[in-house]
């Protein structure tokens, strides 16, 4: 983030010291951008801040929000920024949220979703009667919707194909667990709207292709993904602390185990799943989870994942 930042130019000959390495701080920690309130909570004037503006050492980005030094940002500080200028309780959402939780590329708009009647310039600000503090997380120090929200909002801006393919992504990507997709069903329950039709129509897809094998048919093709890939057999149904995993490479003291909603659909299974694995860490296992859409669709990159870890 200070990287963001350049040394910060004199002001009328001189730098007022204190004040400035206060803002520049707090820059640093926000991506290189601070509000107009936080200037004026860090006991600047509103002359001042003229001030600051006239010599370029603040540059305004959107009203009453500024970039310190230059306007030069990352998407972190657009981001940033325009959740600022979109006022208190605003939050990243829809594909700009998507892009920093790692669901999906920026396609650079960015969005900003507000229950105040904000119109910020250069920001497609989306305007809800409720966001509550369920929806609502922080990532890399900015405001932004939670997983389960993001996919709720996605619905209504990206066509039908384009939720299912951020499904599969997510799901690649691990971050599409049960606790991910119980709360956007929770989310979308009674509504009749197209895109809770839509969001509605891509999870039962994506559970259709992840219960569309049987546990021994799931193992069957796992083993036989290793033989097409040339990769060494695993022990199978092997015991470690107590528990029986899947498949196991004791010289690389690797564990994997096969997922699939079948099994693993709720809350209670989902917590499981994660403490098994932090069982497996402990023991000095390195624990990895593959679920039946991996196995089923995407072979060959479960098949690079293997052969990276097994090198190690």
């Given at each position: 983030?200070?990287r963001?930042?350049?040394?910060?130019?004199?002001?009328?000959?001189?730098?007022?010291?204190?004040?400035?390495?206060?803002?520049?701080a707090?820059?640093?920690?926000?991506?290189?951008?601070v509000?107009?309130?936080?200037?004026?909570?860090?006991?600047?004037?509103?002359?001042?801040?003229?001030?600051?503006?006239?010599?370029?050492?603040?540059?305004?980005?959107?009203?009453?929000?500024y970039?310190v030094?230059?306007?030069?940002?990352?998407r972190?500080?657009?981001?940033l920024?325009?959740?600022?200028?979109?006022?208190p309780?605003?939050?990243?959402?829809?594909?700009?949220?998507a892009?920093?939780?790692?669901?999906?590329?920026?396609?650079g708009?960015?969005?900003?979703?507000?229950?105040?009647?904000?119109?910020?310039?250069?920001?497609?600000?989306?305007?809800?009667?409720?966001?509550?503090?369920?929806?609502?997380?922080?990532r890399?120090g900015?405001?932004v919707?939670?997983?389960?929200?993001?996919?709720?909002?996605?619905?209504?801006?990206?066509?039908?194909r384009a939720?299912?393919?951020?499904l599969?992504?997510?799901d690649?990507?691990?971050?599409?667990?049960?606790?991910?997709?119980?709360?956007?069903?929770?989310?979308?329950?009674g509504r009749?709207?197209?895109?809770?039709?839509?969001?509605?129509?891509?999870l039962a897809e994506?559970?259709?292709?992840?219960?569309s094998?049987?546990?021994?048919?799931?193992?069957?093709?796992?083993?036989a993904?290793?033989d097409?890939?040339n990769?060494?057999?695993?022990?199978?149904?092997?015991?470690?602390?107590?528990m029986?995993?899947?498949?196991?490479?004791?010289?690389?003291?690797?564990?994997?185990?096969?997922?699939g909603?079948?099994?693993?659909?709720?809350?209670a299974?989902?917590?499981?799943?994660?403490?098994?694995s932090?069982?497996?860490?402990?023991?000095?296992?390195?624990p990895?989870?593959?679920?039946?859409?991996?196995?089923a669709?995407?072979p060959?990159?479960?098949?690079a994942?293997?052969?990276?870890?097994?090198?190690?």
């Amino acid at each position: 983030m200070a990287r963001d930042l350049q040394v910060l130019p004199r002001i009328g000959g001189k730098v007022d010291s204190h004040r400035d390495r206060a803002i520049g701080a707090l820059a640093a920690r926000q991506h290189g951008v601070v509000s107009r309130g936080q200037l004026l909570d860090a006991g600047l004037s509103s002359k001042a801040v003229e001030r600051r503006l006239e010599s370029g050492h603040l540059v305004r980005i959107h009203r009453g929000v500024y970039a310190v030094g230059h306007a030069q940002l990352r998407r972190e500080g657009r981001w940033l920024a325009a959740v600022l200028a979109a006022g208190p309780g605003a939050a990243l959402s829809h594909r700009s949220a998507a892009a920093l939780h790692g669901l999906r590329e920026s396609d650079g708009a960015v969005d900003v979703t507000t229950t105040r009647r904000a119109v910020t310039r250069g920001v497609v600000v989306h305007h809800t009667t409720t966001l509550e503090p369920r929806d609502v997380t922080t990532r890399s120090g900015i405001r932004v919707t939670t997983v389960a929200r993001t996919f709720v909002d996605l619905a209504a801006v990206l066509p039908p194909r384009a939720i299912g393919a951020v499904l599969r992504d997510a799901d690649r990507a691990g971050r599409l667990g049960a606790a991910v997709t119980e709360a956007v069903r929770q989310r979308i329950d009674g509504r009749r709207d197209a895109a809770a039709k839509a969001l509605r129509a891509a999870l039962a897809e994506h559970d259709r292709l992840a219960t569309s094998l049987t546990l021994s048919e799931l193992e069957d093709r796992f083993l036989a993904l290793l033989d097409a890939e040339n990769l060494p057999r695993p022990l199978t149904n092997h015991p470690i602390d107590g528990m029986k995993i899947d498949a196991v490479w004791p010289a690389q003291r690797l564990a994997v185990e096969l997922d699939g909603w079948a099994w693993h659909h709720d809350r209670a299974a989902f917590e499981e799943d994660r403490a098994r694995s932090a069982r497996l860490a402990e023991a000095g296992w390195t624990p990895v989870r593959f679920t039946h859409a991996q196995v089923a669709e995407r072979p060959a990159e479960v098949a690079a994942t293997l052969r990276r870890l097994l090198a190690r």
